[in-house]
């Protein structure tokens, strides 16, 4: 091992402290990375998922519309009264 300074001690000493916080840097980035790769899975995920429901509710027909509509009314409409204590 050679004999160094107190200058090149100093040197050598930041440079590992350095090297230190690159090691801490390139994890950090490599967990956003993998926080942006799961997001955008769900991303994509969702966007299927929605194409796929508007899919269905552009093809339904007007009277599944308006049972839709009337069914959700009548359950709403239910559950409103059965929470209003008279």
């Known amino acids: 091992m050679a004999d160094f300074t107190p200058k090149e001690d100093v040197l050598l000493e930041k440079i590992s402290k350095l090297e230190s916080k690159i090691d801490s840097i390139n994890n950090k980035k490599d967990s956003i990375r993998t926080v942006i790769d799961s997001t ?5 995920t969702n966007e299927k998922h929605y194409q796929e429901r508007i899919n269905t509710i552009i093809v339904q027909s007007s009277s599944d519309d308006s049972s839709y509509v009337s ?6 409409r239910n559950k409103r009264d059965s929470t209003n204590i008279q």
């Open 40 to 44: 955008h899975i769900k991303i994509v």
């Open 71 to 76: 069914n959700y009314i009548r359950l709403h």
